[in-house]
T-cell receptor
């Protein structure tokens, strides 16, 4: 079967750095997405990785290792507005998105 | 204007009633998707459509049906709603092949 694992919940302090991990086992791989979702709202696109390595975009960075079936999202200089769920999703061999359950990130002052 | 519009935003309905959720998009994308989201679970695919004449079942299509009335419109129906269909429903379209744009969601409660 196909499986994506993320921690259920993480807590971090405003101004700090947090890393959210995602491991996956899917039938094929055609890219990995990270989305941010505030409670009750639609997911919004953060990043897309298809090749190994680090992609940096402002305070957010995403890393991919295809050989390890592993990705992480790195959030720097945390702000209160970063409190949200972060969803990892993999594009499988049929170009369908397989979603993780999401990581709820709680930011404390 | 939003790229993907869903209606209604919230709906409470009774068990056994038929209900339709509507989705429209303004970007002319061929592909459209319906997802369901439950607390603690990832987004799960209900149905997807590659064009007006190409509709496919997702992993949890039982109890649901869809209609692609035009390239811009993709509706999801619950023929006879049941309480375990209470969830947040999202419509989505791919964007430039590298991301997906979601509608604002429909919060459905079946009592």
């Amino acid at each position: 079967g196909q499986n994506i694992d993320q921690p259920t919940e993480m807590t971090a302090t405003e101004g700090a750095i947090v890393q959210i991990n995602c491991t996956y086992q899917t039938s094929g791989f055609n890219g990995l997405f990270w989305y941010q979702q505030h409670a009750g709202e639609a997911p919004t696109f953060l990043s897309y990785n298809v090749l190994d390595g680090l992609e940096e975009k402002g305070r957010f960075s995403s890393f991919l290792s295809r050989s390890k079936g592993y990705s992480y999202l790195l959030l720097k200089e945390l702000q209160m507005k970063d409190s949200a769920s972060y969803l990892c999703a993999v594009v499988d061999s049929n170009y369908q998105l397989i979603w993780g359950a999401g990581t709820k990130l709680i930011i404390k002052p | 204007d939003a790229d993907v519009t869903q209606t209604p935003r919230n709906r409470i309905t009774k068990t056994g009633k038929r209900i339709m959720l509507e989705c429209s998009q303004t970007k002319g994308h061929d592909r459209m998707y319906w997802y369901r989201q439950d607390p603690g679970l990832g987004l799960r695919l209900i149905y997807y459509s590659f064009d007006v004449k190409d509709i496919n079942k997702g992993e949890i299509s039982d109890g649901y049906s869809v209609s692609r009335q035009a390239q811009a419109k993709f509706s999801l129906s619950l023929e006879s709603a049941i309480p375990n269909q209470t969830a947040l429903y999202f419509c989505a379209t791919p964007f430039q092949g590298r991301s997906y744009t979601f509608g604002s969601g429909t919060r459905l409660t079946v009592v």
